[in-house]
């Protein structure tokens, strides 16, 4: 099979690519330089460019079986940048493809738990809920999976929570806190949290391009299994062998944290990690879905539970040097 991926040297990309090398498919992967696509094994054919490529009408693109568009912002310098990444070039990008002289078997979008925002507790949200973003970046994702579910060729949105395993530098940011024996949460009842591994998530994200049934479906993308704030942690010391102290820090502390941080972000070039979205999601009660649908249609299973999700991480992070023993 051929494949084009966008995001191909992001997180989920990476293992994306060496999944879809490793059973022989030919893989395209759009990178923004290449050197950037030498972190991708060498069998990967490298298409220079940025998203904006695909605003361009006159641009051309390798035949391929199936595109898989994995790229995407999740902490903007700017609220605008949700926008413009997350939604105006997914639009490019349907209308591009539409445009060329193939067509896909099928066009793999990523989008978001975010897009159907907070779940009531105790309730994971399925397929037939109504979407309720609360954030600039989920309600991008949320218009998005809308013009991809418009588009003249089969698709399949995937709506994953939080993804768990090497390479990511958001997650790194908590083991390293862990590794150092300190930890917070927002005080009160702990927010529930649904979650994956990113080895399952991978092969979910491969069940759907071979996916050959006509028309456009949508899918949450999780372990069966949930968690909360503070089993998270609880978890994550195991993990990284170290006891946590986890503080429980009150709402308007976390808030005065977020506008300081805004501010500072505003005069200092660094990337802001506690924005008004990150702070929205911080603060609500629960983030659940169920993932039913995704195995009673194409049989998914997924098989790491948390321990197994952090334990991983954690050997992937020490392996590269970004992580303590």
């Known amino acids: 099979m051929r494949v084009l991926v966008t995001g191909g040297t992001g997180f989920i990309g990476r293992h994306l690519c060496d999944k879809l090398v490793e059973r022989r498919d030919e893989v395209v992967a759009l990178v923004r330089s290449k050197r950037k696509g030498m972190a991708l094994p060498s069998s990967v054919k490298i298409l220079e460019g940025d998203l904006s490529i695909f605003g361009d009408a006159g641009t051309v693109l390798p035949e391929c079986d199936v595109v898989i568009h994995l790229a995407g912002v999740v902490a903007a310098g700017h609220p605008s940048e949700y926008e413009a990444v997350n939604f105006t070039a997914v639009r490019d990008l349907v209308d591009c493809v539409a445009r060329q002289a193939w067509k896909p078997a099928r066009l793999v979008f990523a989008s978001s738990l975010a897009a159907s925002g907070p779940s009531p507790r105790g309730n994971p949200l399925t397929e037939l809920a109504p979407l309720r973003p609360i954030d600039p970046y989920g309600d991008a ?26 390479l990511d530098e958001a997650s790194l940011t908590l083991f390293r806190a862990a590794r150092n024996g300190v930890g917070f949460r927002v005080a009160g009842t702990p927010q529930a949290l649904s979650f994956v591994d990113v080895r399952d998530l991978v092969e979910a994200i491969i069940l759907m391009a071979d996916d050959r049934r006509p028309g456009s479906f949508c899918y949450y993308a999780s372990h069966p299994s949930r968690t909360d704030s503070r089993g998270l942690w609880r978890e994550l010391s195991q993990a990284v062998g170290r006891k946590v102290l986890v503080v429980p820090v009150p709402k308007w502390v976390l808030y005065v944290a977020m506008v300081a941080a805004r501010a500072a972000a505003a005069v200092f070039p660094f990337k802001n990690q506690l924005d008004a979205k990150q702070y929205a999601q911080m603060v609500a009660p629960a983030f659940l879905c169920s993932s039913e649908r995704l195995r009673a249609d194409l049989g998914w299973a997924p098989r790491q539970d948390l321990a197994a999700c952090l334990t991983h991480a954690a050997e992937g992070y020490r392996a590269a040097g970004s992580l303590r023993a």
């Open 141 to 166: 994702k949320a218009r998005a999976e809308k013009v991809v579910q418009a588009a003249p060729f089969p698709t399949t949105a995937f709506r994953p929570p939080i993804v768990l395993g090497p």
